[in-house]
């Protein structure tokens, strides 16, 4: 069964270094989203991408974050001068083409910033 | 603003247990509704949805039926087993077609553990 999955599967960072976290979503879909779970909490949404643009982004996805579909397969995330607070799980999701079509989440990546 | 209100756990129950999660929702358009399943050290997995009223999702003896005159989406299941134990996660995303990207909304999770 096709599956989305991400690298790495931990990464540490220094505060105010950049990090960019690593996703290939199932090939045939159509949109892509970055959600994060700081320990705990809820799953929040990141932002969604659909015809290699931004369709939608959360008050979360400062100018700090971006992200880029650089190739046809992979799809990042990137955060610039990462935050204490940015420490949590990102999931990458990806959804085929209806908006009642099932997301595929990805295993996720625990982001670690000291 | 659109948002999902699920029950706290933690919730602990015997195996064979009877288990119920209460999730309701406030959406402006049009929901899908689903349950999602996260075990201990992995990432979410869709456990079911449904997408209009009435409907009812079920898969790996879990059920949820789509209540839009109250607005609910409970999670049940006859007789829990170990193997269950994880957290799950109500969630909503908004078919409304003028602009929504489908992005989800989740509650805050309920952690089940399940004992022997």
């Known amino acids: 069964e096709p599956e989305v999955t991400q690298t790495p599967s931990h990464q540490v960072t220094q505060m105010g270094q950049e990090v960019i976290l690593r996703c290939v979503p199932i090939s045939n879909h159509l949109y892509f989203y970055w959600y994060r779970q700081i320990l705990g909490q809820k799953v929040e949404f990141l932002v969604s991408f659909y015809n290699n643009e931004i369709s939608e982004k959360s008050e979360i996805f400062d100018d700090r974050f971006s992200v880029e579909r650089p190739d046809g397969s992979n799809f990042t995330l990137k955060i610039r001068s990462t935050k204490l607070e940015d420490s949590a799980m990102y999931f990458c999701a990806s959804r085929w083409r209806a908006l009642t079509d099932t997301q595929y989440f990805g295993p996720g990546t625990r982001l670690t910033v000291l | 603003g659109d948002s999902v209100t699920q029950m706290e756990g933690p919730v602990t129950l015997s195996e064979e247990a009877f288990l119920t999660i209460n999730c309701t929702y406030t959406a402006t358009g049009y929901p899908s509704l689903f349950w999602y399943v996260q075990y201990p050290g992995e990432g979410l997995q869709l456990l079911l949805k449904?997408?209009?009223?009435?409907d009812k999702g079920s898969n790996k003896g879990f059920e949820a039926t789509y209540r839009k005159e109250t607005t609910s989406f409970h999670l049940e299941k006859g007789s829990v087993q170990v193997s269950d134990s994880a957290v799950y996660f109500c969630a909503l995303t908004l078919v409304d077609y003028g602009g929504s990207q489908g992005n989800l909304i989740f509650g805050k999770g309920t952690k089940l553990s399940v004992k022997p």
């Open positions: 449904a997408t209009k009223a009435d």
